[in-house]
């Protein structure tokens, strides 16, 4: 009898479960034939919790229970009411076009696929969410927030990135300060007379912080559906861009990174580069990548680097793609390939943050991020008297010690302005 007694019990329980598991699917509008499905089978279950008198097994149950499904009765009509008005939707409405056995008999027909086959389809009725209470149709609201959109990074994507460890607050490394080379021919005879040297010198960066913060109220927080995604936006974005703009022209002194800009060689004529008369965009671009390749020609046992990257202004990547003849014929350079994307193997990244006119040539796996702390946002209820005005405060921080390039990778970068360098490599006549 307890056995048969904690049966009844757990399918009681079931029902109330069900029950809730319905006005839920009721409350989202689902569709009416599964939800009038449903309600039968909850009927069914609940006339087990009637004796074979008729009496019940559980009364307080299922009086609770059976008020319950005559209010879901109710709603259903209601609903039913709605849905069977309601207009299909264009994709249901398309499906069931499809799948009809008349449209199949059609397509069979030549004359129809010669002529084209015709689909009706209806609007689709107003959402009931757009109706209020005094029955006056509301303006339908767009989801999301509409906002320009965020600049790239295109140097900070271009970059090897490290990870400075736990109990570390800055980082270091060794780079050769000097060098003398003595090797020598000699007989075997005789001994050489000066030997090689070399001297090293440590270098480091410390620690930095990129930090932004906003306030927002926990009214705004509770009431308006889109407020956290715009605020974690604003975040996201902030820490990321200002990280973009002092890795390219960070000065280097405290509380500033130190960027690309104080890094790059300058723009200079190549040794073995000819000049060249009319000289263009194209032209500086290709004096520039032998620069890099040459290195540093003071060291003449060393060779240079393989540039990899060409960082231009998307108005000068543009305009480089544009020249004409006198003729107003377009005119390709030898070195650009066609779609203007690479330039002598080279690959061209566009970057707003470069001045119109701007350019930095090359090998970008020499210089190196290093990060104590990736970008973190955090809430914080509790600030001054923030509570006072119910206010919310949104912190964003970065921990980063800056770019790293060593004085001898330095002369992977050649930086300049192509009105300079023009002038440089130009032949000039008379």
């Not at 490394?173 to 060098?179: A, G, L, P, V």
Request: hydrophobic share 35%; no cysteine.
């Amino acid at each position: 009898m307890a056995k048969e007694e904690k049966t009844i019990e757990e399918l009681a329980k079931d029902i109330n479960t069900s029950i809730e598991e319905l006005k839920s699917s009721i409350g989202e509008k689902a569709d009416m034939s599964a939800l009038e499905t449903k309600f039968t089978e909850i009927s069914e279950r609940l006339d087990k919790l009637f004796d074979e008198d008729g009496k019940t097994i559980v009364p307080e149950e299922i009086t609770k229970q059976q008020e319950q499904l005559d209010e879901i009765s109710t709603q259903l009509k209601q609903l039913g009411e709605y849905q069977k008005g309601k207009t299909k939707s264009f994709p249901e409405q398309m499906m069931e076009k499809l799948k009809s056995d008349d449209f199949k008999n059609t397509i069979k027909t030549q004359s129809a696929m010669r002529k084209g086959i015709d689909i009706e389809v209806k609007a689709s009725d107003i959402n009931v969410d757009d109706i209020n209470s005094t029955n006056a149709i509301e303006a339908i609201v767009e989801p999301g927030v509409s906002s320009a959109p965020w600049r790239n990074t295109p140097l900070w994507d271009n970059i090897n990135k490290g990870v400075i460890g736990q109990g570390r607050d800055s980082v270091s490394w060794w780079e050769e300060t000097s060098r003398t080379d003595s090797a020598i021919m000699r007989t075997e005879e005789q001994a050489p007379t000066t030997g090689s040297a070399k001297t090293w010198t440590k270098q480091s960066m410390d620690i930095m912080m990129i930090k932004d913060f906003t306030k927002v109220t926990r009214s705004a927080l509770e009431d308006f559906e889109y407020i956290t995604s715009e605020v974690n936006d604003l975040m996201s974005h902030g820490i990321p861009r200002e990280r973009e703009a002092e890795l390219l022209s960070g000065s280097g002194s405290s509380p500033h990174l130190k960027g690309i800009d104080e890094y790059y060689k300058d723009f200079a004529l190549p040794a073995n580069f000819n000049k060249v008369p009319s000289a263009n965009e194209g032209d500086v671009l290709a004096a520039t990548v032998l620069q890099v390749m040459n290195g540093n020609t003071g060291d003449a046992e060393k060779k240079g680097f393989p540039p990899n990257i060409i960082l231009l202004n998307p108005g000068d990547s543009v305009n480089m793609r544009l020249l004409k003849s006198a003729n107003y014929n377009y005119i390709q350079h030898p070195l650009l390939s066609p779609n203007g994307d690479v330039f002598k193997g080279v690959k061209i990244v566009e970057s707003l943050d470069l001045a119109a006119g701007q350019f930095i040539v090359g090998d970008f796996s020499r210089a190196k991020a290093y990060v104590k702390r990736n970008m973190n946002i955090s809430f914080h209820y509790e600030n001054e008297d923030d509570v006072l005005a119910d206010l919310v405060l949104v912190l964003a921080s970065m921990r980063i010690a800056g770019l790293k390039v060593t004085a001898a990778d330095a002369y992977a970068f050649v930086g300049g302005t192509f009105a300079a360098g023009k002038a440089l490599i130009e032949e000039t006549t008379g």
